[in-house]
């Protein structure tokens, strides 16, 4: 009989992810998939026709490796106009194929056997198994539990001569919540003597509420100096589906990114950069994104408050956390990943528990939703939810 070799497994103690279990029991279950991250409905119409005459007008074979020059610029003329950092497009900015990529080119460029490098939890699910693929040691601090506020002296206490790099997210996902000036100089002093990278995951830059302005590791020369910067068009534009994203980073550091990136990806998808190069011209777009999510983070906070469901301060990302403790129904008492399969086959409503941003699945009886949904959606959310 043909025989399958046995295989040692890189990731041994990975699985399929949270959202991929959690948005297939919704669609199961004919549930309102409030779990994985991403809108359900379309992307501004100009972007659609922008790919269409990119493609019309040739552009479908391989870009430059780093990305199409036009692209580079305008994000070159973001970053200073934003941020007041100045960036060569030829040798600071790459085109990634989504964040995700971006994150573990990162890492594999930089991070050897043995190094360590810093996570502070909850975080996002793929920083892990992308150190570990790089033979890199996961060192785990937590926000703090609560508030997700960084623990500076945590922080420092963490950093010994092995540490490589430090990664970061904000706006935060799961949590939502925004470090302040504050917070970025505290960090600012506390990487100075050391030769610590730093990777910004800033996906969600354009979503930052109540009149508070991102705080990017490019307002921050210090940082600026140590730091891969992160972004996604996918989330800015409401087309994650399109895997696009940039990786800013001084030259000797995107020198070493790129390295990876030509054997990795090599190219990102051609028209679709030119769509967005375009597309940038008018910055209306992402400087009304805030205003755009604020509104529907009012709308589902507003129909939440009107239950028993606890809620956390929601300053960005779109994404909304709740505790579960106070909920009229003897399932409250249930682990977080049991309350949400619980929550999705009988009241209708997929949430994704905070247990599985954490290593140790630390259960404190939160869970997330998105908001980034259909005004409808959200509504049709909040009535079966009003039953808890």
Not at 200 to 222: I, K, L, N
Not at 359 to 378: H, I, M, P, W, Y
Request: hydrophobic letters at 45%; a negative charge; aromatic letters at 10%.
């Amino acid at each position: 009989m043909p025989k399958t070799p046995t295989l040692t497994s890189r990731l041994p103690q990975v699985g399929t992810t949270i959202f991929s279990v959690m948005s297939a029991l919704a669609t199961q279950t004919g549930a309102v998939n409030l779990g994985q991250g991403f809108p359900d409905f379309d992307c501004d119409e100009r972007l659609i026709d922008a790919v269409t005459k990119a493609m019309r007008e040739g552009h479908n074979q391989y870009p430059p490796m780093p990305g199409v020059p036009a692209l580079r610029q305008a994000m070159a003329a973001k970053m200073q106009a934003l941020y007041g950092l100045p960036c060569d497009p030829d040798t600071d900015i790459t085109v990634t194929a989504g964040a995700t990529q971006a994150i573990l080119t990162a890492i594999l460029a930089v991070v050897h056997p043995g190094d360590e490098v810093i996570v502070l939890e909850p975080c996002y699910d793929s920083y892990v198994p992308n150190i570990e693929l790089a033979g890199g040691k996961v060192v785990r601090v937590p926000l703090v539990p609560g508030s997700f506020r960084p623990d500076f002296d945590a922080i420092a206490a963490a950093i010994t001569p092995r540490t490589r790099a430090l990664i970061i997210n904000s706006p935060h996902n799961p949590s939502g919540q925004v470090w302040s000036a504050d917070d970025m100089r505290r960090l600012d002093e506390l990487l100075a003597p050391t030769d610590v990278l730093l990777i910004s995951d800033e996906v969600y830059e354009h979503m930052v509420f109540d009149g508070q302005a991102h705080q990017s590791a490019a307002r921050y020369p210090g940082l600026a100096a140590r730091a891969f910067i992160i972004s996604s068009f996918g989330k800015t534009y409401h087309v994650t589906g399109w895997k696009v994203g940039t990786v800013v980073a001084p030259a000797p550091l995107t020198a070493e990114f790129r390295k990876v990136h030509q054997f990795n990806v090599f190219t990102v998808n051609t028209p679709m950069q030119h769509a967005l190069a375009a597309y940038m011209a008018d910055p209306a777009p992402y400087f009304q994104l805030a205003a755009f999510y604020q509104r529907k983070r009012d709308l589902f906070r507003d129909g939440l408050a009107q239950t028993r469901f606890r809620l956390l301060p929601g300053q960005g990302t779109y994404f909304q956390c709740v505790g579960i403790e106070n909920l009229a129904v003897a399932e409250r008492d249930l682990p977080e990943a049991d309350f949400c399969q619980w929550l999705t086959r009988e009241i209708g409503v997929a949430a994704i528990p905070l247990s599985a941003f954490y290593g140790n699945g630390f259960d404190q009886k939160v869970v997330r939703f998105c908001f980034a949904k259909k005004d409808e959606t959200l509504k049709a959310a909040l009535e079966r939810l009003a039953r808890l």
